[in-house]
Structures are given as structure tokens and as C-alpha cells.
């Protein structure tokens, strides 16, 4: 694989992940004003053949190294959670993965994309190059909560420059979430949230909209 661009190797990455992701169901990310669906299904990737040979578990693995992304815990299987501040059940799914995390159930890659408003970009900016990123995160998640539940706007720091030159910390972060923003686009998701797994068996899997934390538990042990 060394003989093979990177170029390369990540086009035929994307080509696979576009066919395996076919069948998944869409929901559109609602306003903060509007509450989730109880109703709201989640549905696995169909599977496909492997373009140069490359398995699943090469994707995965490359995956890990060209997204950007804050992982929480170190037990369990690995989930990659796309993820907007200005999605709500981008939110809700972060309260749903949170106690799972915290029981070692579940390790979750949190991957920040910047897709739904203009104040995406600088928040998801300020939440990749804090010093602590999972801390950073988790203040996030709990103003989202706060907002959610008191409907007034939430407070997240954003990353910006008074004298109109970025630092170069706010430039590296930006970039990262340009690579995730560009993935979504790559493989044809346009809405949030969307997380994507490693099944015991077959090609990668991928859950679009609202998941109950029921859903999960049900899914955890088909995973890698």
C-alpha cells in the first residue's frame, strides 16, 4: 500500500462507503424549537463488493486517520458520530451515548462537522483546538442542553480573530473540519445525524436520525 497515493487510496475509500451507505434512512436536523420523534428508525448499510480489495476493516482503519475527531471512552466498540452544534439531535444522541460511554459499554469518536449554520464553523473550531477537546465538548453539550431546555440561544465560545488573522491553531482546526465537512459531501449525507460502524460481519453500517439508547444497546453486540 505504500506504492499507492494517498489520492488514491482515498478514492477508492469514498467509492466504497458511497455504495455501502445506500439504503440508509434520512431525517433532516429540526430547529431547536422542535422535539425529536419517538418514531424515528435507524437503518444498516446494505453490503457490497470491495473496490482494489480493500475490506471493511482497511476502511475503518483509514477512516481513523484522515477524520478529525474527539473520542470518548476506551471500552467497547468504536461508533463515529458526526456531529453539528447546531443540531439538536446531534444533542440528544450525545445524552444517549453518554451513559453508555461512562459504563464502558461504548467508545465513541465524535467527529465535529460544520454543515447546518454560518456559527458552526467558528463553535466546532473552539471545541477542536481547546486545549482540552473532550472537556471543550462536553461544556458544548451541556449550553446545547441548557438551550434546549430554557430556549434561549446557547453560549459557546467560537473561534475567531479580532485583527482579522487567524492563528494558526484556529487554521489547523478549520482545516480538519473541512476534511469532515468534505467526507459527508464525498458519500452523499446531507443531513445530521449520522453515525457510522464496524459490524461483526459485512461491509460498514450506518444509522442516520435519531437513535434511542434501546437501539444502540440492540446494535452493540453485532459490533467490532
Same mark, same amino acid.
Given at each position: 500500500? $505504500?506504492?499507492?497515493?494517498?489520492g !488514491?487510496?482515498v478514492?477508492?475509500?469514498?467509492?466504497f462507503?458511497?455504495?455501502?451507505?445506500?439504503?440508509a434512512c434520512?431525517?433532516k436536523?429540526?430547529p431547536?424549537s *422542535?422535539?425529536?420523534? %419517538? *418514531?424515528?428508525?435507524?437503518?444498516?448499510?446494505q453490503?457490497? %463488493?470491495t473496490?482494489n480489495?480493500?475490506?471493511?476493516?482497511?476502511?475503518?482503519n483509514l477512516? +481513523?486517520k484522515?477524520l478529525?475527531f474527539?473520542? /470518548? +471512552?476506551?471500552?467497547g466498540?468504536?461508533?463515529?458520530d458526526?456531529?453539528?452544534?447546531?443540531?439538536?439531535?446531534?444533542h440528544?444522541?450525545y445524552?444517549? /451515548?453518554?451513559p453508555l460511554i461512562?459504563e464502558g459499554?461504548?467508545?465513541v469518536?465524535?467527529?465535529p462537522v460544520?454543515?447546518?449554520?454560518?456559527s %458552526?464553523m467558528?463553535?466546532a473550531?473552539a471545541? !477542536?483546538?481547546?486545549?482540552?477537546?473532550?472537556?471543550?465538548?462536553?461544556?458544548? /453539550?451541556q449550553?446545547?442542553g441548557? %438551550?434546549?431546555t430554557t430556549?434561549?440561544?446557547a453560549?459557546l465560545?467560537?473561534a475567531?480573530?479580532?485583527i +482579522?488573522a487567524?492563528?494558526?491553531?484556529?487554521? *489547523?482546526?478549520?482545516?480538519?473540519i473541512e476534511?469532515n465537512?468534505k467526507f !459527508?459531501?464525498?458519500?452523499?449525507?446531507n /443531513?445530521?445525524?449520522?453515525?457510522i460502524y464496524?459490524?461483526?460481519?459485512?461491509?460498514? +453500517?450506518l444509522?442516520?436520525?435519531f437513535?434511542?439508547?434501546?437501539q444502540?444497546? $440492540?446494535l452493540?453486540?453485532?459490533l467490532?
Amino acid at each position: 500500500m $505504500a506504492n499507492i497515493s494517498i489520492g !488514491l487510496i482515498v478514492r477508492f475509500f469514498l467509492m466504497f462507503i458511497a455504495a455501502a451507505l445506500i439504503d440508509a434512512c434520512a431525517k433532516k436536523a429540526p430547529p431547536a424549537s *422542535t422535539p425529536p420523534s %419517538s *418514531t424515528t428508525t435507524a437503518a444498516a448499510a446494505q453490503n457490497t %463488493s470491495t473496490p482494489n480489495k480493500m475490506t471493511a476493516s482497511n476502511l475503518w482503519n483509514l477512516m +481513523g486517520k484522515r477524520l478529525a475527531f474527539i473520542q /470518548e +471512552g476506551h471500552h467497547g466498540p468504536i461508533i463515529y458520530d458526526f456531529t453539528d452544534t447546531n443540531c439538536p439531535y446531534c444533542h440528544l444522541i450525545y445524552v444517549t /451515548e453518554a451513559p453508555l460511554i461512562r459504563e464502558g459499554k461504548l467508545t465513541v469518536r465524535y467527529v465535529p462537522v460544520a454543515i447546518i449554520k454560518p456559527s %458552526s464553523m467558528p463553535e466546532a473550531a473552539a471545541i !477542536l483546538q481547546a486545549n482540552n477537546p473532550i472537556a471543550a465538548l462536553q461544556h458544548a /453539550e451541556q449550553e446545547i442542553g441548557n %438551550s434546549m431546555t430554557t430556549g434561549k440561544p446557547a453560549n459557546l465560545p467560537q473561534a475567531t480573530d479580532s485583527i +482579522g488573522a487567524a492563528p494558526q491553531k484556529t487554521i *489547523t482546526a478549520i482545516k480538519k473540519i473541512e476534511v469532515n465537512n468534505k467526507f !459527508l459531501q464525498e458519500v452523499n449525507i446531507n /443531513e445530521l445525524p449520522d453515525i457510522i460502524y464496524l459490524p461483526q460481519k459485512g461491509k460498514l +453500517g450506518l444509522i442516520t436520525g435519531f437513535v434511542s439508547q434501546k437501539q444502540l444497546l $440492540a446494535l452493540l453486540p453485532k459490533l467490532q
